[in-house]
């Protein structure tokens, strides 16, 4: 399968996934428009919908219902937008621009985002409770709980708390583990584990699957790290060196560029392993993996 296929299946996965959410968005009639726009805003704002792509390709791998899917892949995104809403906030990250536009509270304002953020949170929600269950609501049961354990207080949530405490520290490795698995791993998980459950996996697919989903989480997470590195050593006209991290503890600062950048060799490797362990067509997770260390974005 060749760079460009891929590429065209980003694109027009990308397009699926925004004509749902565009629909499961409430129309501008039920709300203030303040809030309908903020909300549209941040969904329709760009960024790679990863996500939701990896819940459509894991489907696809189990062979099951991949239209069907679309709104339950939808919820994460959502879910996503409202996380980088909230990160943005002068009360957490502070920052004026994200996927290369201002931030929601930029235009609109900080109780606006506020308002926008807990709006799509709760939105994915109401996806996931009011669609037509079919006989399957055992499942949809379960997907709701998987995705409110890792967008919630031991997931996400718990990532990002202990990311804020680490702020200005150095974070030991056991420590930087947590933050990663936590903040970005759970979601990400979450996503192919979700495409999973709602596929009806066996219990061996669904564990190879998990696997697969945290050592890409944990290596996207890695590059993320080494792209901000290499980026402020640019901005800056400096050598790439591991000191360029904004004082924030990661892998380029605790292990050094050339020791992450193994790491993300090896946690490919062990994608890609895992998902050989158990029958599935599984071209697209492979290519995925293979595009998410190889980003440049
Ligand atoms: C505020 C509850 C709360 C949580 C925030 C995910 C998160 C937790 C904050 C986002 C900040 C950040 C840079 C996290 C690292 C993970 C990451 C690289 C997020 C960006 O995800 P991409 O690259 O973004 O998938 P796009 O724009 O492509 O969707």
Redesign the pocket.
């Known amino acids: 399968m060749s760079q460009e296929d891929l590429k065209q299946y980003l694109r027009t996965m990308s397009e699926r996934i925004e004509l749902a959410m565009d629909q499961l968005v409430p129309p501008q009639d039920q709300y203030p428009e303040a809030l309908y726009d903020a909300m549209r805003y941040s969904l329709f704002a ?3 919908r ?1 996500r939701p792509v990896l819940t459509m390709a894991t489907v696809e791998a189990l062979g099951g219902d991949v239209e069907a899917a679309l709104p339950v892949a939808s919820t994460l995104e959502m879910i ?1 937008t409202y ?2 809403v ?2 943005d906030l002068p009360a ?1 990250d502070d920052d004026d621009y994200r ?1 290369g536009k201002l931030t929601n509270h930029k235009v609109y304002g900080e109780a606006t985002a506020i308002l926008a953020g807990d709006g799509l949170l709760t939105q994915a929600f109401q996806v996931l409770g009011t669609i037509d269950a079919q006989g399957r609501e055992a499942v949809l049961l379960r997907i709701v709980g998987e995705l409110a354990t890792a967008a919630g207080s031991v997931g ?2 718990a ?2 708390m202990a990311d804020m405490e680490n702020e200005g520290m150095k974070a030991d490795e056991e420590r930087l583990a947590f933050i990663h698995a936590h ?2 791993g759970a979601l990400l998980t979450a996503s192919v584990r979700i495409g999973a459950i709602f596929a009806e996996a066996s219990e061996d697919q669904l564990l190879a699957l998990t696997s697969y989903a945290q050592k890409i989480g944990l290596a996207f ?1 890695i590059v ?1 790290d080494i792209l901000d590195v290499v980026g402020e050593a640019e901005k800056l006209g400096k050598a790439v060196g591991a000191d360029a991290a904004h004082g924030k503890s990661t892998y380029p600062v605790l292990y050094g560029l050339e020791e992450s950048r193994e790491m993300v060799r090896r946690l490919t490797a062990e994608a890609h392993q895992a998902l050989q362990s158990v029958p599935l067509r599984t071209n697209r997770l492979q290519e995925i993996a293979d595009w998410l260390v190889n980003r440049d974005v």
């Open positions: 760009g960024g790679k990863l996503h996380s980088l909230h990160d957490m996927r996400m949530i990532g990002q903040k970005t997470q993320d």
